[in-house]
């Protein structure tokens, strides 16, 4: 193959949606419940006003949607003035009343706070905290005992459990990151004693918490407000309108009773959104939302998930294949070749997929490619260990028979090491589609989805199903592999010592 094509080639597999130059307006959420319903109201306004608005949802933390924003692969998304202040802006040193001009000097706006403050809070179970006598945060000082369980973001926040430790004088040592939703079940099963609350959450009243009064007031107001691109008012100004029109409509309980719906009685966000803005909106709109089926919502995934995993897998085949065969011809080559692609495959592969948001944003894209890193030393492994291990006198009579280099690759060598090679992609397919499953948390999609959802929710069927689909798709890579090997791997060499 010209070399020219098959690196055109190889791009158009690696990034086929970066090709995609025109695209729906979007809106971002973060992976908690609340900040999901207020971006599930974004978009419905906005589809009411007529535009075509997609939702990519469970983005992650704060500094990905920030971003996501001021690069353009986001117009709207909801945020907290408290966060703004200590996170977004804290070097900047921002003032409250000048927090909308210093967000313009970034091309971004923000409309009127929604009418809400869900700030941060310390929370124990209410029995627990009785029996310590613990009424405040200060109060915590007296007990250096307590295991703390905070939110990853918590824990490194400007505003979070650093700043709160110093602030307070906390003596606590056993602290460690745990997962928002996650902390709810440590925190009831007894595993922790305290954890990050916000003041909207559902679960507070649910699992009959108490919320440590601040004493020291170390918690700025988050009031909840929604960010938008500068353009996004000569883009959709019929949108940015609606939204304007949300200031003030949403009081603390109405939230709370909102995070409920979702949380504890289980009801979809869309359908908690609609159901608000109609009631909010009063005759002015009439939204209606449907439902999706386990069997939509599973085929939906199941496209997004073998997108990923085939993309990539064929990327890899084409890229690590020819860098195997290299590694096995030239020895110091082929060191610096498994050496770097060793180092790649060590990188934690959620770790792997955040380094390529810088390059590539979020999405399709950067999840392509971190597959595809990852998917590269199997099968270089295996290609080089393939043909390493051939016998020296089966390359000398090859060589004897007056075979070209070229020749003796492809009908010699290349087939005594099939099984090995084959062997490679197959590791690589099956780790493939279980990793995929990460890409959910940069807007990826997959059977990924589900998983993040169902955990922000605690519901087993939704972590069941992208789990267990998940499962049985390495199996069938598995055992269409172990089938290929029938047409692919010459007979003699499919027959195991012994048979």
């Known amino acids: 193959m010209n070399p020219r094509r ?23 959420s973060k992976s908690f419940t609340e900040n999901v319903i207020l971006a599930e109201m974004a978009t419905l306004v906005g589809r009411e006003a007529g535009y075509e608005v997609i939702h990519r949802d469970q983005l992650g933390g704060t500094r990905i949607l920030w971003n996501a924003l001021l690069s353009g ?48 809070a310390v929370g124990m179970r209410e029995a627990r905290a009785e029996a310590l006598h613990i009424r405040t945060i200060s109060d915590l000082r007296q007990h250096p005992e307590l295991k703390f369980g905070f939110s990853n973001e918590f824990m490194d926040r400007g505003d979070g459990w650093p700043s709160l430790r110093d602030d307070y004088g906390l003596p606590q040592r056993d602290v460690r990151g745990i997962d928002h939703d996650l ?24 699992y009959h918490l108490r919320a440590l009064i601040d004493d020291r007031h170390h918690f700025p107001d988050y009031h909840a407000v929604f960010l938008y691109r500068a353009d996004l008012a000569d883009r959709a100004p019929a949108w940015v309108a609606a939204l304007r029109r949300l200031s003030g409509a949403i009081s603390n309980e109405a939230m ?5 719906r979702a949380k504890i009685e289980k009801v979809p966000e869309n359908e908690i959104a ?8 009063d005759r002015d ?47 110091r080559t082929g060191q610096i070749i498994l050496g770097i692609t060793g180092v790649i495959y060590t990188i934690p592969s959620l770790a792997l997929l955040v380094f390529m948001i810088p390059l590539l944003g979020i999405g399709g894209p950067p999840a392509l490619v971190a597959l595809f890193l990852y998917s590269l030393l199997p099968i270089v492994r295996n290609t080089h260990t393939g043909l390493h291990d051939i016998s020296p006198a089966l390359i000398e009579s090859a060589e004897a028979l007056g075979l070209t280099p070229w020749a003796r690759l492809i009908h010699i060598e290349l087939p005594l090491a099939s ?19 990460l890409g ?37 890579l598995q055992l269409l592999f172990e089938l290929s090997e029938r047409w692919l791997v010459p007979r003699g060499l499919r027959i195991a010592p012994g048979d």
């Open 256 to 260: 709370v009773r909102m995070n409920a």
């Open 73 to 120: 692969e986001i117009d709207v998304y909801p945020e907290y003035t408290g966060t703004l202040l200590q996170e977004i802006l804290v070097g900047h040193r921002v003032r409250a009343d000048a927090l909308a001009d210093t967000l313009a000097s970034f091309g971004i706006k923000m409309t009127a706070p929604l009418g809400f403050n869900n700030t941060y």
């Open 440 to 476: 959910a948390l940069i807007g990826a999609g997959g059977y990924g989805q589900p998983i993040l959802t169902g955990i922000r929710l605690d519901d087993v069927g939704l972590i069941l199903e992208g789990a267990v689909p998940a499962a049985l798709l390495a199996l069938v």
């Open 274 to 281: 609609a159901d608000f803005l109609n009631t909010a909106f």
């Open 285 to 331: 709109v009439n939204i209606t939302v449907s439902r999706t089926t386990r069997l939509s919502r599973f085929r939906h995934h199941t496209r997004e998930h073998l997108y990923l995993v085939g993309i990539s897998l064929l990327a890899a085949v084409l890229i690590a294949l020819p860098l195997g065969i290299v590694a096995a011809k030239f020895r």
């Open 6 to 28: 098959y690196i055109a080639f190889l791009l158009a597999c690696l990034f086929p949606l970066m090709a995609v130059a025109q695209r729906a307006i979007s809106v971002g």
């Open 183 to 206: 902390g709810y079940r440590g925190l009831v099963a007894g595993s922790i004693d305290a954890l990050d609350l916000y003041s909207t959450d559902a679960e507070i009243a649910y």
């Open 419 to 437: 099984r090995s090679i084959l062997g490679g992609i197959k590791t690589s397919a099956v780790i493939n589609a279980g990793t995929a499953t």
